[in-house]
Every structure is written in C-alpha cells, then in structure tokens.
C-alpha cells in the first residue's frame, strides 16, 4: 500500500523584465549572494502578500492584520448610528479589554500629548474580516456599560468589556488564516502553524542593478517656455531576469486546522496553488508594467518530505551564446529535478508534472499539461482522489 499525500510541492521558473517588484528600506532592489555570485531576489513576505490577495479574491474571503482594530470596530458602529464619541470609546474598550498590550495615539501638533480613545495595539491582530462586526456586535450588547463608562486615556485604563469574549473572537479563524497561518502569541491558543511554506524567489544567474534616471516635465513651464529645466529629478532602481520561485503546502498540517474535510481541503489547495501561480508583487507596477506568466511550473506530490531545487542554481545560469537565461533555467532544473529523485527514490513522488511554454518534452518533470488549471486538478486528483461529479440536470 502506497503512503498517503503528504506535500504538494510547486516550482515555478519565470522571467521578469525590468522591474522591482520587492524593495528594501532605501528603495534599492533586494539582492542575495548566493554561489559567490550576486541575484535579484523577492521576499517570501512580499510574494506570499501578493498570492495571499489573490487568494482571498477567489475563495471570497478575507482576513484583516492591523494595530487599529479600535478604529475599524468605531467605523463599524458608526454605520450601526452610533454616535461618533460612544463609537470611538466602544473601540478603545475593545482594543484594551484583551491581553495584548496598547498605547494611545499623539497629537498631531503636540506629539508629547494623547488622543483618549485613539488605541493602538502592540501586537497587530489577525482575524476574518468578519470579527469586526463580531466585535461590534459584543459592543451592542454591552451599550449601555459603555455609555456609562470612562474614556481609554492611558495603557493602564481597564476595559469594561468581558476579555474572554473578546479574546475568543481574536481567535477565530478562516481559511485565510488556516491556509497561511497565524501569530498572535499574546492571545493564549490564537496561534495558527500555517501550512503553506513559501521559499523567498532569486534569479538563476547573477544580475546587475540598472540605475534609472528620471525627470518630470511642468507643463506650465513647458507652456510659457520662460524657463528651461525639468520640474522635477530623480532616480530608482531597477533590475530584470529570470526567477526560481518555490513553495510548498503540507497537507497533515491543513487537515489539523481544519479537519477531514476533503472538498474544503481541495478549495483551498487549488485556490492556492492557482494563486501563487499567477500572483506577482505590485511595487511599482504603474511604471513598469511587468505582467509576465511563468514560463515553467512544476508540480510535484510527495509522501516524505518537501524538496526544494534551489541548489540546482548554486551554480548560476549562463545564458545562451544568443542570449536568454529561461530556456537554461528550466534545462537545469531538470536535470536536477531527475537526479534528486532518484536520490531519494522516485516512490517517494506519488505524481508529478508540468506545464509551461517550453516546446519539448521534460521527462525528468513528469507529464505534460496543456494548462495551469490542468495540472493543478491532476495534482490534487493525485493527493486527495477525485472530485466529486457535479450532478447534472
């Protein structure tokens, strides 16, 4: 008897143009040396945010991470017609009625002076967007202590609310938040161990980073033509190439936060695998524009453990005499993708195959798909069995 599905593995090579899709502190391009030699990188933070929204848009779900559950739960009773004081004080008891620490907002022009009621958690909650109106309707219920209630002025001020209602909401959950999980320590049993693990994305070949020098026209200026000169100067960083993207989903984990639910399990895993497909980070996409598709994806279903091919880029990628760093990319992957598996044993790949703009045939992949959505459903047909028919009329 074969073992069961344990991890769904997606590999993903994708070229970018001239972009920069994940930027540090100082607005450069993120970068890692790696086999002695300088790539482009993305942050695992920034493309599992990215895959993370489009997710949310397909399952039609959402979770909410701030400091200012205080004012969204305010806004939230303003459109019940609360009044605006009784509102703002109801979210400051909220905020300060769980075990996470808080601090009050400063003056605009007086930093040294608070705002009473204008809370702001240590710690940023994480929940369905739906505990808002939870927290709300917990509001409701206790107007009147409210209403007779002091103002939050200061981080030792106690809450009139009951913390353990308050807290049971902080813990609720979504499939957002039991796909890609949860820290919340100062909650006790708010915690969530995600089951998606998302490898930060680096170029298979070593990468320069391109100085882009810009100016702006003053089209009065321009106009009256009384002055010469830009109205404005700058510069930025910008980077282009051809990525190894990787994540995986461990599905033991899936099932401990949700339970045996297969139909659900399979939403959730297709949803994110379309997801992390298709995703990319959106930092200063209005300028550059770099919607590109990947040009392999991989997906791979194993019983062990999870296996990443990012040491098939050790060694980096030397392009084509006539350049072109893709079509090596997915070579090296190949190859190293068949060698690793014999490695370990190739029973440990319950089923494994690809899709992508390549024109031949990649053995050491597994099959061949016309579509994403294709491998995605063989992928998970493998893992889990087969959907259910839908019964037709």
Request: proline letters at 4%; zero cysteines.
């Amino acid at each position: 008897m074969s073992a069961p599905a344990r991890f769904i593995d997606v590999h993903i090579v994708q070229s970018v143009p001239f972009a920069n899709l994940n930027r540090d502190d100082t607005n450069s391009v993120k970068t890692v040396q790696y086999g002695y030699v300088w790539r482009t990188r993305v942050s695992s933070q920034s493309w599992k945010k990215a895959t993370r929204d489009r997710f949310q848009e397909q399952i039609g779900q959402a979770a909410l991470r701030t400091r200012r559950i205080s004012e969204r739960v305010t806004l939230e009773l303003e459109g019940r017609h609360w009044p605006k004081d009784l509102a703002e004080r109801a979210g400051a008891h909220i905020a300060a009625g769980s075990s996470i620490k808080f601090e009050l907002s400063k003056e605009r022009d007086n930093p040294k002076q608070t705002v009473p009621n204008k809370v702001i958690t240590n710690a940023m909650v994480y929940v369905p967007e739906s505990a808002v109106a939870e927290l709300a309707d917990l509001a409701e219920e206790h107007r009147d202590e409210l209403t007779a209630a002091k103002d939050i002025k200061k981080p030792s001020d106690k809450s009139v609310l009951p913390k353990e209602r308050i807290e049971a909401v902080l813990r609720t959950r979504n499939a957002v938040i039991n796909l890609f999980g949860r820290m919340l320590a100062e909650v006790d049993d708010a915690g969530v161990d995600g089951a998606v693990q998302v490898a930060h994305a680096f170029t298979t070949h070593t990468t320069d980073i391109e100085l882009d020098y810009f100016s702006a026209v003053d089209n009065v200026t321009e106009l009256w033509k009384d002055s010469t000169g830009s109205g404005h100067m700058g510069n930025a960083e910008f980077s282009a190439g051809t990525f190894y993207r990787y994540a995986t989903v461990d599905l033991r984990d899936l099932a401990a936060n949700i339970g045996d639910e297969p139909a659900a399990t399979r939403e959730l895993v297709g949803a994110f695998l379309a997801a992390f497909i298709e995703s990319l980070p959106q930092a200063k996409k209005n300028s550059t524009a770099p919607h590109t598709i990947p040009d392999l994806v991989h997906l791979s279903v194993r019983s062990d453990r999870p296996l990443s091919y990012a040491a098939a880029f050790e060694e980096p990628v030397h392009a084509h005499a006539e350049g072109g760093f893709s079509a090596r990319s997915v070579e090296t992957l190949t190859a190293y993708a068949t060698t690793a598996n014999k490695l370990l044993g190739a029973d440990r790949v319950l089923t494994s195959g690809w899709a992508g703009l390549e024109a031949k045939d990649l053995t050491g992949l597994g099959n061949r798909h016309d579509s994403f959505a294709d491998l995605i459903t063989t992928a998970l047909n493998s893992a889990l069995g087969q959907a259910p028919s839908k019964a037709t009329s």
